[in-house]
């Protein structure tokens, strides 16, 4: 197998996530002590979440494109940002270095495409639901996205910062989560997108009204394509 690099710790929950997932599938697909060759640093979360100011998301592209350099120079022949919300700095972190980042958006928008659905809802942080950088990803694959609620908006930054990101996951954030899904399938919906590493501790994945794609397995699974070798068909 290839070596890929992990830039996590945003947060390191999701991380663990991560490691977890890409590693049972290595194992699924290759043989019963297969392991994924991975390299991760974990970031200290503490200096990039709840960034506002452009100075704030300088420093944070600063510390980012540094990991994804270290990554390189250790052996690592692609990365993941394992961070929906950091992948405003995609752009930036890729131009850091020589080998390719699998963009989290982008497999979520082909796993769409392949199961037929043409209009999406995306529930995630403030800036991934409300700025293009995420949005347009998807769209560039022909998916449709319902225009972002800012109740919800506010509901979901504090469920998933104040709870989520330091490992807790609550009957009511459950609660709250289907009740969003299930007002976004009658506002025409067809399919949902947890635009959030961590959002799938309070969804259920599949038992929901609508089909949901939740980003964090799809990367995985995308990252898991790529350490065997396997081409991900368009």
């Known amino acids: 197998m290839r070596k890929m690099g992990l830039i996590g710790g945003m947060s390191w929950v999701s991380t663990g996530i991560y ?10 697909r290759a ?12 970031l200290d979360f503490c200096q990039l979440y709840a960034l506002r100011e452009d100075k704030d998301w300088k420093r944070a592209s600063e510390v980012l494109c540094e990991s994804a350099k270290r990554l390189e120079g250790a052996g690592a022949e692609a990365l993941i940002i ?10 930036d972190v890729a131009a850091s270095v020589d080998i390719p980042i699998l963009h989290i958006a982008d497999h979520v928008a082909l796993s769409i495409k392949r199961a037929g659905h043409k209009t999406a809802a995306l529930i995630g942080t403030r800036n991934v639901m409300t700025e293009s950088f995420y949005r347009k990803r ?7 996205l319902l225009p972002p609620d800012m109740v919800n908006v506010e509901m979901l930054d504090g469920i998933i910062y104040d709870q989520l990101m330091v490992g807790k996951a609550t009957r009511d954030a459950e609660r709250k989560l289907k009740t969003i899904i299930m007002n976004k399938a009658q506002e025409g919906a067809d399919a949902i ?7 799938n501790l309070i969804v259920d994945v599949n038992a929901n009204v609508l089909p949901v794609f939740d980003s ?5 699974e995308a990252a898991a394509d790529w350490l065997l070798q396997q081409e991900v068909a368009d």
Do not use: F, W
């Open 31 to 42: 043989a019963p002590m297969a392991s994924a060759p991975l390299l991760i640093e974990s």
């Open 193 to 199: 997108v947890l635009a959030c590493t961590e959002l």
């Open 82 to 91: 394992g961070a929906n919300s950091m992948h405003k700095l995609y752009d």
């Open 138 to 144: 998807l769209v560039a694959h022909g998916i449709d």
């Open 216 to 220: 964090t397995r799809t990367h995985c």
């Open 19 to 28: 490691y977890d997932r890409i590693n049972r599938i290595v194992q699924k």
